[in-house]
């Protein structure tokens, strides 16, 4: 019987359909441009390659090892190693979850004096649920260099913003990601707004 086939995986996988679905129906993400994971086992469950939050169904998904190969399933998305470097650094991280968020998108493209803690602290509620939030260094999506990254920067926070890309958060189930990515888009949406109202009050 495959990994896929087992129902703990399954209601884990229509967990990840529901907040896909809520996600691509809200407008938080678009095209083929997000993926997610959780763990099971010694097994990661990923998002196959190419697939839409809007139509994701129980096919979509791969399986993969902790070093990446391929053991069930469709291609994975390319982005598995970021998931992996997650579950790498810490057992307890249940599930990852990676879109191009609006704000938190918009966040990453600005210079930050501080990459290990880029998100300021208007409101207590991302430090409670995430904890401090770093930039890892632009690469391409997908490349050599972007894991390379991940993988040196993997210890500096909690969750992170890719640069020029978008936000990539752990947690403990897929439904525990999605608050804190929900959290994270906020605060960055709090951020960016305090940011424009101080750069109009210089010109002012």
């Known amino acids: 019987m495959s990994i ?3 129902s703990e995986v399954q209601k884990s996988i229509n967990d990840c359909i529901n907040v896909a679905h809520s996600l691509f129906n809200r407008n938080k993400v678009s095209g083929s441009s997000a993926n997610l994971s959780f763990r099971y086992q010694d097994y990661v469950v990923i998002t196959s390659s190419g697939s839409s939050f809007g139509t994701l169904d129980v096919d979509a998904f791969s399986v993969v090892s902790l070093d990446g190969n391929l053991l069930a399933g469709r291609k994975a998305s390319k982005e598995a190693p ?3 470097s997650f579950y790498k650094k810490d057992p307890n991280i249940g599930a990852v979850l990676h879109t191009h968020s609006f704000y938190s998108t918009i966040w990453s493209c600005l ?11 208007y409101t207590p509620y991302l430090e409670m649920k995430l904890g401090k939030v770093g930039l890892i260094p632009f690469a391409p999506p997908g490349s050599k260099e972007l894991f390379a ?22 947690g403990k189930n897929i439904y525990d990601a999605f608050y804190i990515l929900e959290e994270l888009e906020e605060s960055c949406k709090i951020a960016w707004y305090f940011r424009q109202e101080k750069d109009i009050a210089r010109i002012k």
Request: hydrophobic fraction near 40%; proline fraction near 8%.
């Open 149 to 170: 990254l991940a993988e040196e920067h993997i210890n500096d926070a909690n969750g992170f913003l890719l640069a020029n890309h978008g936000p990539i958060v752990p």
């Open 82 to 84: 970021l998931h992996l």
């Open 111 to 121: 210079n930050h004096s501080d990459s290990k803690d880029i998100i300021p602290k």
């Open 4 to 6: 896929l086939d087992c």
